[in-house]
């Protein structure tokens, strides 16, 4: 550890006010010490890591973490703020900031140092000597572990003595078990009941910290509670697996987890608490009642969720969201959960429509059957193919919606009366709207079924036969006989309207689409509205109107990263070097209407960039609208331009809308330089005559 920080990376009067101003004031002094090679790549890195998941934790602790080809060695820095800096916590700012580096390629060596750090960082008299430090080399001393901290010699031995237990007592109880006498002579009725026995896995995005965190704070909330708990890291530096004996004898499980939980099927058929990983941080004796309370009532899960490995299978939004969580943030996360499944559905069975459109034109769709007649050497044969196969690739984008909706909120038994329910929709023309009202009911029916307590007999047919049965039976009856109906004739008032829509109107839905495809690049916003236009040309035959939308949505889209790759070409030296290289690459993301081209410019500076392309996308979104450009196939960018309805004007569209974005990002980027050299100067500074053209200048992250 000693050769991670020093003196010289703590600062004790951190005057920054936000947290991208305390990572990059942190960040210089470990560039100053050769540590970081790149500082604004560097710190575009920091910024995406947090994107991910904020870093703030309760206590007052913000630990900004992240791997980045930039980094030479691993290496910390710490600052203390006084007024505290905003890192997301929920109990407000943090006023102790560790700064954490590791190279792409760090070795397992220094990573269990940064793991074991971050197990520091729960313990109360460690953060308070952090505070009361007098100066930086006594915090660095702190931070090697070369200087205790007051009280720090009994609670070292506590803390090593309890995580022996931890790890040793199920072990410890099968062996008083074993030796226990067999002569069947009552016990005496004083003897104390064994202990709850937890078993749990912690993991984050990057593997460094929060991961360890979390296992800290699980460990000492079951000391408390007296529980017996043995937690497997999911690391960075590896994972060593929890002994099957001890998993077999768990009364239940803690899956604390930003990624997929490898090998998750090991723990099928226990009561489990699935939650994220800040969850046991923040909250851990929470997470203990809960399980505790499944295991009261006889919950277990279904099965293995994850695959035959846990790893690749698992889904985007892998849990219904944590306990602690706003019904509108779970709502999102369900809704999320079922669209990303549907989008690749959306492309592969837009994508095969579209070719099909190209060569053999718009009648194509009148085709007759491709098993009835089918011409090798026709270019229509092929034509009537490819269209016909992407029908069927769309005829699954409701019933997948709301399968993974429902999957989303209650795990592999929503799946069944999901896709039941969003087959029903479209059997009585629901649509896109009966497709989410059918997932949500059936994520609420099989979470409903759930809760009821069963003999443990019949829990092994639970998933297999019982689940499915009721809730596929409960969901058919509501959708078929309840709400079918009116949601069909709300979709189809809805398309009426659509289709009335003229002149202003218009123009002001393609500037709000617009401005949603540009909102979060690929997040739950910019997905409704993509979601949106999709559901409108998924029929056979669909509306003018729907085909403007879905011409205004794609073009909005394409903007952001083609506007990011203009103003790199344009202003270069507002950008660093991974950014003018990420740049490159988003012209062709661009031009193949792939939003989140522009995500490593928004995460390395939101502020400039977002409102930026929000406002070229609302551009874009109207004008597309204005010149009545349609668009039959749901992606493609600009290689379905033949596609689209008076092209010309289209791509107008599309260009002013980047080059109103290109401007706005590079006159914001200038006014932020040109207060920072001013500020740099000081107020009454001259600038030096001798600065050299063209040389590379600080740049904004």
Known sequence: MSDMTGADLVDLDLSADTKEAAARALAERMAARGRVTDLEGFLADVAAREAQLPTGLDGGIGIPHCRSEHVTAPTLAFGRSARGIDFGAADGPA???????????????????????ARQLMNAEFTDALRAAADPARAAALIRGEEPAAGDEDSAERASADGEDSVAAPAAASAVAATAPATGEPQPSAAPEPPFRIVAVTSCPTGIAHTYMAAESLENAAREAGVEIVVETQGSAGFERLDPE?????????????????????????????????????????????????????????????????????????????????????????????????????????????????????????????????????????????????????????????????????????????????SIALTVNAGFLGGLAAGLISGAVVLAVQRVRIPKALRGIMPVVVIPLISAAVVGFLMFVVIGKPIASAQEAMTDWLDGLSGANAVLLGALLGLMMCFDLGGPVNKVAYTFATAGIAVSDPSDSAMKIMAAVMAAGMVPPLAMALATTVRARLFNAAERENGKAAWVLGASFISEGAIPFAAADPLRVIPSSMVGGAVTGALSMAFDATLRAPHGGIFVVPLIGNPLLYLVAVAAGVCVTTALVIVLKGLRKQARDSVTRGPGDAVPSTRTPGAKQPVSA
Request: glycine share 16%; hydrophobic share 50%.
């Open 246 to 422: 001890v998993i077999a004898a768990a009364d239940g499980v803690i899956l604390a987890h930003d990624v997929p939980v490898r090998e998750k099927d090991r723990f099928a058929g226990k009561p489990t608490v699935d939650t994220g990983v800040k969850a046991a941080v923040n909250r851990p004796g929470e997470l203990i009642g809960e399980v505790r309370a499944k295991a009261a009532r006889g919950e277990a899960t279904a099965g293995g969720a994850a695959g035959s490995a846990g790893t690749a299978a698992a889904t985007p939004v892998e849990r219904g969201g944590e306990p602690g969580e706003g019904y509108g943030t779970r709502l999102r996360k369900w809704l999320m959960s079922g669209v990303s499944y549907m989008v690749p559905f959306v492309a592969a069975g837009g994508l095969l429509i579209a070719l099909g459109f190209a060569i053999g034109g718009y009648e194509i769709d009148k085709a007759p059957s491709v098993t009835d007649h089918f011409a090798w050497a026709q270019a229509d044969s092929w034509a009537a193919l490819f269209f016909q196969i992407g029908g069927v690739a769309f005829a699954f984008l409701v019933p997948v919606l709301a399968g993974y909706i429902a999957y989303g909120m209650a795990d592999r038994p929503g799946l069944v009366p999901g896709f039941v329910g969003g």
């Open 95 to 117: 006023d102790l900031v560790f700064l954490i580096a590791a190279p792409a390629g760090a070795d397992d060596a220094h990573l269990t140092i940064l793991s074991s750090l």
